[in-house]
Structure formats: C-alpha cells, structure tokens
C-alpha cells in the first residue's frame, strides 16, 4: 500500500508533486514523508557507523540481505498493485460502496453529511483492509531488516495519524470533485484547473503543518556544519536559507534528505541519519543536489506534470466509467458517475491508469535528479569519489539496489540507479575539472 490513506485520495491522484518524498533514492513503497519507517544504529549494529569500517566495502551477509530486500521490494511493487485493485474491486461489486452511501443517508439526508459519513465509512473501510498488508510491508518487513526498532503502538499512532490526515485533505477533495461532477459536462477541466491552487495550498501547508506532526525539525545541530551548509547555500544565491535536520532516526535507519514547500515554505531537510552517517564533503554534494532541486524550481515542474496527468485521467474517465457503469448497475448499486458510490470506481480508474503511466513521470523525475546531480558537483566542488561514496552509502545503508533490472529502472525508479549516478559523478568531475 502507497502510505495508508493519504495514498487513497489525495496520493493517488495528486501523488508526487505533494509529498516531500525523501528525495535521494528510490525508497521503496515508503517514500510519503508523513510515514517514514524505522530506527537508527541498526545497520550492522554499529553505533558509529561512520567511524567504522565494517560497512565499507559492504561485506558479504549485508549484500546478500540487499539483494533479498531489492528482490522482495520488486515484487511487492506488482503485489501492491493488484492487493489495491483487488480490495477495490471487492467493494464495488460486493456492493458495499452503494450500502455505505445507504447507510450516510439514513444518518441524515442533508447532502453534506451524506457526502461526510460516506466518506467516513469508506476510510474506514479501506483502511481496515488495507491494513494487514500495509502491516506486513511497514512495520514487519521493516523490522526484519532492521530498519526500524519502532514498537507497534509507536508505529501504529502514526498510521493513525495519517489516516487523519488523508481524512481531512481527501474530503476536502471528495466534496469538490463530487460537486464539479455534478454540476459541470466537463467537470474534468474544471478539476484540473481546481487542483492547481489546492496542490500550491498543500505543498506550501505540509513542511509547516503536517510533516512536524511526525517528527522534529530543528536547525542543523552541528553549528559548524550548520555553517558549511548555509554557505553552499549562499553560494547558489539562497541567503537565509532554511535548513532542518529532522529526526528521522526516530522511525528508521534509512538515510535519505529532500527539498519542500513553495514561496515561504521552502526548506532542504537533512536525516539526522545522514548527518550522524556521511562525512562532511558527502553532506555537501547532498546539499547541493538538494539546492538543485530547488534552483531549478523542480517543484513547479513536478506540479505541471500532475495537473496533467490529471487532466487526461478524469477526461478518459468521463468517457470511459459512464458506459461500464450503465452495464453492471444493478450489480453495483448506483447507476451514474456523479453517485459518490461511484468513489472506489474512479480511484481504480487512477490506480490503474497511474501503474500503466508512471513511467512517464519517472523518466521525468529521472531527469530532474540526473540535473540536480550534475548542479551538486558544480556547486560543492567535491570529487567524483566523494560522491560516488555517497551514493555507495546509500546503496550500502538502505540496501537500495545500484543496478537494478532496467525495465524496474525504467517503469518505478523516481532516480536514475545508483550505479549510473556514481559513474555520472566520476565523469562530471573529470569534465569540470580537466587535467586533474
Ligand atoms: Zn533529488
């Protein structure tokens, strides 16, 4: 399961733009901030990793777990999928969706608390069956390999929490979408249009309100690499630059930093996993990757494409559900697109849509890396070893795959493998740097 049921709305449809996804790897069906998984120190048990030479090279047990951990996370990809098809189908033609609507207008028959116990029933619903699975993947899996010592009721409060809050985003969501499908022949265009501001509201609202929901964001602790960083920072034309480390250690060991927000949000947020983890020169090819991002306004591009994306998807699913619906009503309990009953038919309309098509936005999101990748060797200045080693680190410490299948690089990577980025850096450096 995409992160429990912000995914279910929100995520799905508006999905990469919003979330200030933990930017440097590909992190497997975990990537919502709001959720991240696990603890720190448990890599090889060392509690001074860096110090240690026992990660680098990497020895052979922890390879292995690597290449079992990348295996499963390929699969899990195709079985994630079809559980979300599955449970989606399940309430549909169980006709459950049409007895939960029957149930919100029995409770009251004003519109808007239809629409709200529906959408109550319905979360409630998917969350419970999704539950197990999410279980398996986030917490158990996580803990198997070591990635997080969180105990259940720790791990389990925060599910909790972001069912709350993919509560109260989705619905705002669900009320306009149900509206303009109501009242509206191309009710598609009017959401596409609609979703703009609403996506720039969640991107400028979530670093400030729902992120510290989870965890604490401080300056760097570090003053003097606090210092380092602001000065990268000023270097690229950012003065004042707003810089957190997050303690992300508190849900899992994984190492990872990300660029957020729009306007007076905008921040770059480093795990103190990272911190405690890489050496400075590796911290500041990571800042400048993350200041990359940022300069170039990979946001605002990011956001394009979902506006998009949606965009085309309601417009087919205008032209293609009505039809279907038509056909199977009387199995189904509602008999146009604008019932909200209708609701899990147009999220597995998304679902299966965004598996078909995300290889369009990946081989774009791998674009904007492969160009934050080459503005951090520019700006920080370290060696193509330098950051190669930070990529080995992050291949090494959230047993991401340097080199996978290129048909999974191709249809899931948000980033270009790890290999290709550490040979990149090699030959950018030798290219600034001629002679050396
Ligand atoms: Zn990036």
């Known amino acids: 399961m ?16 919003m979330i200030p996804a933990a930017d440097l790897t590909n992190s497997a069906a975990d990537s919502l901030s709001t959720s991240p998984r696990a603890d720190t120190a448990v890599i090889a048990g060392a509690d001074s990793a860096a110090q240690s030479n026992f990660i680098y090279p990497m020895p052979p047990e922890r390879m292995a777990k690597l290449i079992a951990y ?5 699969l899990w990809r195709f079985l994630d999928f079809f559980i979300s098809v599955v449970i989606l189908l399940i309430i549909i033609y169980g006709g459950l969706s049409a007895r939960l609507r029957n149930w919100a207008s029995k409770i009251s028959s004003k519109n808007f608390f239809v629409y709200f116990f529906y959408f109550i029933f319905f979360m409630i619903v998917m969350y419970g069956l999704n539950f197990p699975f999410d279980y398996y993947r986030n917490f158990a899996i996580e803990h198997q390999y070591g990635f997080s010592n969180q105990t259940f009721g720790a791990w389990f409060g925060e599910s909790l929490k972001s069912l709350g809050v993919g509560f109260v985003f989705g619905f705002i969501l669900f009320l306009i979408l149900y509206w303009l499908i109501n009242r509206f022949r191309k009710w598609w265009l009017a959401f596409a249009i609609g979703s703009i501001p609403f996506m720039v509201l969640v991107i400028i609202i979530v670093p400030v309100i729902i992120t510290p929901l989870f965890n604490k964001f401080e300056p760097i602790k570090n003053k003097e690499l606090g210092a380092e960083m602001t000065a990268l920072a000023g270097k690229a034309g950012i ?20 660029f957020t927000g729009m306007f007076g949000t905008k921040r770059i947020v ?16 990571i800042m400048g990757h993350e200041i990359g ?18 965009f085309i998807v309601f417009y087919l699913a205008d032209k293609f559900l ?4 038509e056909r199977r009503k009387n199995r189904i309990g ?9 609701l899990p038919l147009l999220l597995l309309f998304v679902t299966v849509f965004s ?41 090494v410490f959230n047993l991401s795959d340097p080199e996978p299948s290129a048909l999974i690089e191709f249809w899931f990577y948000t980033h270009p493998a790890l290999k290709k980025r550490m040979d990149n850096v090699r030959k950018l450096y030798n290219e600034l740097h001629p002679g050396v």
């Open 2 to 17: 995409k992160m429990i049921l912000l995914s279910l709305f929100v995520l799905v449809t508006l999905n990469p733009i």
């Open 70 to 74: 990348s295996r499963f996370n390929n």
């Open 239 to 258: 003065y004042n630059p707003d810089i957190y480390e997050v303690d992300a250690s508190k849900q899992s060991s994984k190492v990872n930093a990300y």
């Open 270 to 285: 480093l795990y103190d996993t990272a911190i405690k983890n890489f050496t400075v020169n590796e911290l500041k090819f």
């Open 293 to 310: 991002h940022y300069v170039m306004h990979h946001i605002w591009y990011g956001l394009f494409l979902g506006v998009v994306f949606i």
């Open 322 to 325: 009505p039809p279907m619906i």
């Open 334 to 342: 509602f008999s146009r697109l604008g019932d909200i009953a209708g």
């Open 355 to 395: 598996f078909i098509f995300q290889p369009i936005q990946n081989t774009a999101s791998r674009y904007f890396e492969n160009q934050s990748d080459r503005f951090g060797m520019q700006l920080s200045g370290v060696t193509g070893d330098e950051a190669a080693t930070a990529f080995d680190k992050l291949s």
